[in-house]
């Protein structure tokens, strides 16, 4: 099979931004309209996109060897903290591959003709990226199964007794599903991915890099040691230091600085309470809380969502992952508990270590617990 080659278009494309309500009635949009975003900093290749190395080499093989084959790449799931590039690489492979890729996600695929739509309108090889897929409805879901295996869609026609089912077929395409909860898949959806790969959170060295390239891109004098500072406080994720370094460079310009420095940079991030581990207000709020009210736990989430205001499902999903990826919280069957290293990272005096006694009690309560 012959993979459709996609030709750029020679037509002046439009820069005015979409409006909230056109995004939300348009549930797909192409590589060439993100494109023509005038601050675009994504990369566009494998060999410009920086860091995820060991999944770089995966999917190198993958292009390479259905490129051989003259056939679409496997159906691909991402999985992965939010941030991480998963919409990027989509859009990359279908560059690599010379294909079109349509982007949508799940919540808009309420109907079984939203995602009816899309698969007809696919052409040989092209990308279908699904994101948040964990949030299928069944009635989509169940569309796809055929759609991924056999490339066919089955169409239920009339109702009760007189309906009858129709089999289109379609052209073959590689579904790509980009989600945060891959244990929420279900299992027959799940198995029907050729590919299963995770996102990893990024090194200091890596986002440096990224900052760097941006700055460039969005012509923006940064040092090193400016680019490197941003990188330190943006959580190991590519999308919040695009995010802080933009927010650096308005703070430069106000003060009519040449050039993002360490210096300036720290003293803008502290402005934005973006501490150096990458903590914000909320962060803090949640360690200090459980420190002080609950005496460093063991507490359940729903505690600390009472005594923050916070809603317990963002403390689940937004501040948690990255507290417990640099070891400031712990999870434990009675609760949640602050490390030795959120004290200190709040100046705090951790409390003592316990007795061997105390330790062997303790963990038998876990055990028990479980």
């Known amino acids: 099979m012959a993979i459709k080659r996609s030709t750029p278009s020679s037509n002046e494309p439009d820069k005015t931004p979409p409006t909230t309500e056109e995004t939300l009635l348009k549930p797909t949009v192409t590589p060439e309209e993100i494109g023509n975003n005038e601050e675009t900093i994504r990369p566009q290749t494998l060999d410009e996109y920086i860091g995820q190395k060991d999944l770089k080499e995966v999917l190198k093989i993958a292009i390479q060897a259905a490129q051989n084959r ?18 990027t690489l989509s859009l990359i492979l279908a560059t690599e591959m010379g294909v079109k890729c349509k982007i949508t996600a799940a919540p808009a695929l309420e109907r079984p003709r939203d995602i009816t ?8 090889g092209d990308i279908l990226f699904i994101d948040e897929i964990h949030r299928l409805n069944r009635l989509t879901e169940e569309l796809l199964y055929p759609a991924m295996e056999d490339y066919r869609l089955d169409i ?45 959170f990024y090194e200091i060295d890596e986002l440096t890099l990224i900052v760097l390239r941006t700055a460039q891109i969005l012509t923006t ?24 370094l933009k927010r650096v460079r308005d703070y430069t310009q106000v003060k009519k600085q040449p050039e993002i420095t360490a210096e300036l940079a720290a003293e803008a991030l502290n402005l934005y309470q973006v501490d150096q581990r990458g903590l914000d207000w909320t962060d803090r709020l949640v360690l200090s809380t459980l420190i002080h009210q609950f005496q460093g736990g063991p507490v359940g989430l729903e505690a600390i969502a009472a005594a923050t ?3 317990s499902k963002t403390i689940e999903e937004v501040y948690e992952p990255y507290l417990l990826q640099i070891g400031y919280l712990n999870r434990t069957p009675r609760g949640r508990m602050a490390s030795a290293a959120a004290y200190e990272h709040l100046g705090l005096v951790p409390p003592k270590l316990l007795s061997t006694d105390q330790l062997s009690l303790f963990q038998s309560e876990i055990t028990e617990s479980e």
Do not use: C
């Not at 739509?117 to 040989?124: D, S």
């Not at 309906?163 to 799940?190: E, Q």
């Not at 029907?192 to 996102?199: A, P, S, V």
């Not at 004098?221 to 802080?244: K, M, Q, Y």
């Open 70 to 87: 003259q056939e679409p790449i496997d159906h691909l799931l991402l999985y992965g903290p939010p941030g991480l590039g998963k919409t």
């Open 117 to 124: 739509g899309l698969l007809i309108g696919l052409q040989p």
């Open 156 to 200: 239920t026609m009339g109702k009760g007794k007189s309906a009858t089912i129709r089999s289109l077929s379609l052209n073959k395409f590689t579904l790509i599903g980009a989600t945060t909860k891959v244990g929420a898949l279900t299992s027959p959806l799940r198995d029907r991915f050729g590919l299963i790969q995770r996102l990893r």
């Open 221 to 244: 004098p940064i040092s090193p040691g400016g680019a490197e500072e941003i990188a330190r406080r943006a959580r190991g994720t590519p999308r919040i230091a695009n995010r802080l």
């Open 309 to 311: 205001g916070e809603d």
